[in-house]
């Protein structure tokens, strides 16, 4: 069963041990930089270890009201990274739904944005099947999938 915690000093020395593997490491932000950005930005950012069982596979990190400069409520999926040793089961879309449905019954957005590095082709097809679209917005090496839910 897929459970998700906060990250806490229980968890933490887990949570830091998490990693992808080296071909993967342009597409993801670590988990320190991770935590510290959350720490930063504590007041809007929200992350979550993912539990398989006891075993934690995982990290996301949600942000209840990402500043884009829209008159549209925003929120985005600011980090999602499941753990080489457990990739190919499921676990991605198993988060990604459940943040999906945490920011719509906790924020209530109109619009929900991840962004994205190219050339991570399986992240970017994950999102496209959960009907995020590719936006305009480029930031550097980045680019913005978004799902507006007002025309859902």
Known sequence: MVTFKEITEDNYFEYVELKVSEEQW???????????????YYERARPFAIYSDETMIGYLMLDIDYDCGSTNKTCAVWRLMIDEKHQG?????I??????????DNCNPDIIRVNLIRG???????YKSFGFV????VY?????????????
């Open 95 to 104: 988060a990604l739904e459940w943040s999906l449905q945490y920011l719509k």
């Open 26 to 40: 342009p597409f993801v932000t670590g988990p320190v930089t991770s935590l510290s950005h959350a720490w930063l």
């Open 140 to 152: 550097g090496k980045q680019f913005t999938m978004v799902l507006n839910l007002k025309s859902t």
């Open 120 to 126: 991570n082709d399986i992240a970017e097809s994950m």
């Open 89 to 93: 089961k499921g676990y991605g879309k």
């Open 134 to 137: 590719e936006s305009e917005e």
